[in-house]
């Protein structure tokens, strides 16, 4: 939960805010839009980061990374699924209705000059105010689902001060992450995960819980407690700037980072694999992951 963190504006006023966004994104310049997913990518490291910005659309990205692509779009049109149209207007009139339940909109947000956009797997809102944000991701390695890394918990931070600086009460707010293994990826496994956690917050939905586990036994959750953080806050206008102007690298802070890294063989400051033993000296690197 966030405490006491109330709002002060009205559901109406967040919502043509909102979709004022939308009209402002068919105008600006691309420079001037950014994903939390690249902020996130920025914090693991910003070397990695200026290679994302110089990249070419036809690069060839590694099969983990199309896998996840893919399954978070089958769990995108999972949510979706209904013969009618169900356009960013009828979200918005529904939300301040207080008719709606688990959506994905997309949110915006202006910092320092630049709009930021991301667009969360779950959010659920109950009388128009939002009291469940979920991520979800794919692991590749099954001894990945029982930690919650500091750039994914960066990322969820980002989320919930979205929510919060546009004006939504986040005093009610939960947050957490769903991880599963993307070789056992099941769209209907992971949206049940999700209702089952709407279920341990209090919503009266009627599935049955698994015997091995509250969510499902090839899922974990990694909830976090969102509060206003005034130097997470500032390192995302660190990051936020260093997109916009073009800054210098500072790269990773230990090899195992840079040996995942799609960018590794064209790196001049990927660190090298350490032997066991090795001597440490990572002086001549200004650390930031």
Known sequence: MAGDQGYSESVDDIARHQLNFLETLQEDEPEHVITLDTLETQRYCEQKAVFERQAGPDEKRPDRIIRAQEQHGKLVAEMAGTE??????????????????????????????????GRPTYLRFIDSQPTQLTLVRGVTKKRYLDELFPSERFLLWCYCTILDRIGFSVSDLSARYLKYPQD?????????????????????????????????????RHPIEYKRDSETGKQLREYV????????????????????????????????????????????INCTA
């Open 184 to 220: 056992e990826f099941n769209v209907v496994e992971v949206s049940r995960a999700q209702m089952l956690v709407a279920v341990e917050d209090g919503d009266d939905i009627a599935i049955q819980l698994d015997d091995d586990s509250t969510v499902h036994p090839n899922i974990r």
């Open 84 to 117: 009618e149209e169900y356009h960013l207007t009828d979200v918005w009139d529904d939300i301040i209705a207080g008719d709606v339940s688990l959506l994905y909109p997309p949110l915006f947000f202006k910092l320092i000059g630049v709009i930021i956009y």
């Open 241 to 284: 700037a260093f997109w916009r102007d073009g800054g210098e690298p500072t790269g990773a802070g230990h090899w195992k980072q840079c040996a995942g890294c799609r960018f590794n063989p064209e790196c001049d400051l990927a660190l090298p694999r350490e032997s066991k033993g090795a001597e440490r000296n990572y002086d001549w």
